[in-house]
């Protein structure tokens, strides 16, 4: 049997940082810390493992059997090791019940602290410590976390009584309350500040409300709580908020989290105490420079939670280093220990009890793209790791962060209020006050920015439906900020001078001008817009336009380390030369894909197109299709201009034809009057084109078997232009590329149109030199990537056109797929978006097959793809595996796609497929 319960403590661990899995991160960080000679207080971590059997049975869940038995063995080491007894009233030993699965999910599962008191233990405690106002700070803490945690009681009445103390409190002082909100009654009768009897009497009032609301009396007998509060850890595994966050995050339901009990030290103790949250370096920005924040005389939640707006660790007057400057030096040795140690930036909680530090936990930073991107490669230049793990250290995907516009610093903008800088970005949108309302209005395709007085894991789903999040209250350790960070969101947090009304749905700011006196007060409605600055904590007024991001410095040296290890390039898809400018910018290495039609959608060339379609003889489409030509051979030659020295892919026009059609009378008349057609004629023209499932009808080459003039037009296009742009010196490699092909046969068709074009093309009267070109084909459909081998015959390159191919061998429409495909995400019958990330077992293997099968064709076929899939690090781990030369994707996701490439290379190396 596989060991279930492991001791931490006295320099000690049964367990260490590589027996994550079962441990769970924060009991494997505790492990470690202790291992390594931290001060920790002593403890015991139940693995993940009896999480799952905790779930084994839905219909009953329980802990399996024994594990009891080797929690009190572990828990006896615990009270040996501190000198303290589990329930003992002369001398209790209190302890924390804290969650942490393998991957760390910041809040969204639940933690008790304070447990193991009662009416006895309390008053023991009070005696032991000579603090009796302590003492019942901590009963009544424990009974309204444990309720609402492990007795699933509503938090409402808690507060309530809570605040009513605080009332009689401030009244006793002479405060006048009569017109004061919640928030400023909270300053003015700080927690501290509720005397002994008071909160004595509200631990009385605390269990009433227990009884009522359970019609069971508050358990009194410590190891009942402690069952009680294991059980409430595995379960919150289960919570709807810890669903949701896994599917952000792609954590398997199945890891399950461990249970970590470990000894409470207080940081609500005295003057000398305190609490804080440090990072070993700035995981906004990345600077090598501790950072973090604190507050006296508090309990870890006060910080986490953003119920008091904490101070920063060092650089203000009220920073640690000034006030507890042996803690601050003692955090300061500890935070390169363990940076050394890890050999990561890490995010660290601590406690200081009566002037000692204690290590509560230890993990890897969450950390903006941008600071990863510093951070990794500052650190491979302190020789802390080396390029190949910082290429790993930096999440693909999130560059995304540091690709998106920041705000125009020229731009005009009205100042309304600046908050804490909780995570960068800008982000514009109309103003929301509910996570529900912010999820409404973005299904809605409406940009919204939500707006809290604090947020909690309930608010998730509205965080991320939102561009951004401003809250009134908590620091940059807030749940607001952690989560913005982690999602790239722009956030201000603490924002304090915003007041904000949920009932009426407004926030009344005070804005301040220069000097400091306040000029005017603004208050703003739901739907209001407003520009949020992340990276500065600054609200606008309005929407302020913004600009692109700028990609040199530590991006761009961490990008060149990337480009070293990898073997796929990286293409981009772009149909103009400005997207091609714009593609070449993010290092792209060719155009994957062009698609032509954009090109027949201007004004003057649309109606030429439409003569074309309409015309009901060769020689009028020719007519009609002379007319587009010099479009489309400029186009052509822009391009190439870009791309010169790279490949260009160009597909021929793939569309059905009637999205080109006029659909309105006075397109038609006019139409009409050029073509010298009557208006019925086109109109029944019109309505022979009419197809019921046009994505599977006239369209790709199907198009030219039927019209072969249309490619004829569109390849002279792209070879005269190849010709004339090589003849003024630049280098150009086109490449033809038919879609939709199902059959060798086609190939060999539109293959001789090619030809048959080139030859005229390069021996015309003009003498143009002959340009080399090649010629391929799109593989998106299943029969095309069944009869590979055969295409291959004719095609000297593929290009998986993956959305068609999911499309078409999953039978979803990505135009109707939205109504379901996320209940088949949601309810775990399909692990992923499709379209987002390729199906590697279905659309895959047909991928794989037709690498296989042209590969034996043709063993120098050039393997490319081209849908969106490209631009996701999954799929491209996935085509790294089956062996594809390039990846193709949209201009600005080649970045992210480099970096994919290269960790795919590098992981490949490492565990071959
Ligand atoms: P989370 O994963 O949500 O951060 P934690 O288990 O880390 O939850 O607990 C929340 C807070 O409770 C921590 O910030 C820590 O400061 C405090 N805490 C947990 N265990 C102890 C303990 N043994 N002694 C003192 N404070 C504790
Ligand atoms: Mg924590
Ligand atoms: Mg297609």
Not at 255 to 268: D, E, L, P, S
Request: hydrophobic content about 40%; charged content about 25%.
């Amino acid at each position: 049997m596989t060991k279930r319960v492991f001791f931490f403590g006295e320099g000690k661990a049964e367990g260490d940082s590589k027996r994550r899995d079962l441990l769970g991160g924060k009991g494997a960080g505790l492990a470690e810390m202790t291992g390594l000679g931290l001060p920790v207080p002593p403890g015991l971590t139940i693995s993940t493992e009896v999480c799952t059997a905790y779930f084994a049975n839905p219909k009953e869940p329980g802990l399996p059997e024994g594990v009891d038995a080797e929690i009190a063995e572990a828990l006896k080491k615990v009270e040996a090791s501190t000198g303290m007894t589990f329930g003992d009233p002369e001398n209790p030993l209190l302890v924390s019940v804290r969650s942490g699965a393998r991957a760390s999910m910041p809040g969204m599962m639940d933690t008790i602290l304070n447990l193991g008191l009662n009416d006895a233990c309390a008053e023991g405690l009070a005696k032991k410590t000579g603090d009796a106002r302590f003492a019942y700070d901590a009963y009544r803490r424990f009974i309204a976390m444990y309720s609402d945690v492990a007795l699933e009681i509503a938090r409402e009445p808690f507060n309530t009584a809570l605040d009513k103390l605080r009332v009689k409190t401030a009244q006793a002082k002479g405060h006048d309350v009569t017109r004061i909100n919640a928030e400023e009654l909270k300053k003015k009768v700080p927690d501290s500040e509720l005397s002994a009897e008071d909160l004595k009497a509200l631990v009385v009032e605390f269990k009433a409300i227990v009884k009522s609301a359970s019609g069971k009396d508050f358990p009194s007998d410590p190891l009942e709580q402690l069952r009680g509060a294991i059980r409430a850890v595995f379960k919150s595994w289960n919570t709807h908020r810890a669903i949701v966050y896994r599917r952000m995050h792609d954590i398997p339901d199945s890891w399950g989290t461990a249970c970590n009990v470990q000894a409470m030290v207080f940081g609500n103790l005295g003057d000398t105490s305190a609490t804080g949250v440090a990072f070993t370096r700035n995981p906004s920005t990345g600077e090598k420079k501790l950072f973090g924040e604190w507050l006296p005389k508090a309990q870890g939640e006060d910080v986490v939670a953003g119920i008091r707006t904490p101070f920063p660790i060092d650089g203000s007057p009220d920073s640690l280093e000034l006030k507890m400057p042996d803690a601050y030096r003692a955090l300061t040795k500890i935070c390169d220990t363990l940076e050394a140690h890890f050999r990561d930036m890490q995010d660290l909680e601590f406690t200081i009890q009566s002037g000692k530090l204690y290590m509560l936990q230890c993990r890897s930073g969450k950390r903006t793209s941008r600071a990863a991107v510093r951070i990794a490669v500052e650190q491979c230049k302190e020789k802390l790791i080396t390029e190949e793990e910082a290429i790993l250290r930096v999440d693909a995907s999130s560059l995304d962060q540091l690709l998106h516009p920041t705000l125009d610093p020229k731009a005009p903008k009205k100042f309304l209020a600046r908050g804490l800088a909780a995570s960068p970005g800008a982000a514009v949108g109309h103003i929301v006050f509910s996570a529900d309302e912010a999820e409404k209005r973005a299904s809605q395709g409406k940009p919204v920015i939500l707006v809290r007085i604090e947020t909690s894991p309930e608010d998730i789903h509205g965080m991320k439906a939102a561009r951004g999040i401003i809250t009134s209250r908590g620091g940059m350790t807030s749940h607001a900020a952690v989560i913005a960070r982690g999602m790239g969101k722009a956030c201000i947090a603490g924002c304090s001078a915003a007041s904000i009304n949920y009932a009426e749905e407004k926030m009344t700011i005070s804005v301040y001008d220069d000097a400091g006196r306040q000029a005017e007060v603004v208050t703003l409605k739901k739907g209001d817009i407003v520009t949020i600055d992340g990276s500065s904590g600054t609200i606008y007024a309005g929407e302020v336009p913004t600009i692109p991001a700028a990609l040199a410095g530590e991006f761009g040296e961490l990008m060149a380390w990337a480009d070293k290890v990898r073997t796929m390039k990286v293409r981009a898809n772009a149909d103009t030369p400005l997207d091609a400018r714009t593609a070449r910018s993010f290092g792209a290495e060719g155009i994957g894909l062009c698609r032509t039609e954009h090109m027949f959608f201007d004004e003057e060339r649309i109606s030429a197109m439409r003569e074309m379609i309409l015309s009901d003889d060769v020689q009028s489409r020719e007519r009609a299709l002379a007319k587009l030509i010099p479009f489309q051979r400029a186009d052509f030659v822009g391009i190439f201009q870009e791309m010169r020295g790279l490949k260009v892919t160009i597909r021929l026009l793939d569309p059905p034809l009637h999205e080109f059609l006029p659909n309105d009378p006075k397109q038609l008349q006019q139409l009409s009057r050029t073509m010298g057609v009557s208006v019925e004629r086109l109109q029944e023209r019109t309505k022979d084109l009419h197809e019921f499932n046009p994505m599977l009808g006239h369209r790709g080459c199907r198009l030219a078997v039927t019209y072969p003039e249309i490619y004829a037009m569109q390849v002279r296009a792209i070879l005269e232009a190849a010709a004339q742009v090589a003849s003024e010196g630049t280098e150009v490699y086109p490449e033809i590329m038919i879609p939709l092909a199902i059959t060798a046969g086609e190939l060999d068709r539109m293959r001789v149109i090619v030809d048959k074009v080139a030859a005229e093309v390069f021996a015309g009267a003009n003498g143009k030199a002959a340009v080399p070109f090649s010629f391929g084909t799109m593989v998106e459909l299943p029969r095309a990537a069944i009869v590979a081998d055969e295409l291959a015959k004719v095609a000297e390159f593929f290009s998986f056109g993956t959305n068609d191919l999911t499309q078409s061998a999953m039978g979803l429409s990505r135009d109707d797929a939205g109504k379901f495909l996320p209940a088949y995400v949601e309810s775990g019958l399909l692990p992923k978006d499709p379209f987002v990330s390729i199906d590697t077992e279905g659309v895959g293997a047909l991928v794989k097959l037709a690498v296989e099968r042209g590969r034996k064709t043709r063993p120098d076929i050039k393997l490319g793809i081209c849908g969106e899939h490209g631009g996701d690090p999954a799929s491209c781990h996935f085509f790294q595996a089956v062996g594809l030369d390039y990846v193709s994707c949209s201009p600005f996701r080649v970045p992210i796609a480099r970096l994919a490439v290269s960790q795919a290379a590098l992981r490949l190396r490492a565990k071959p497929a």
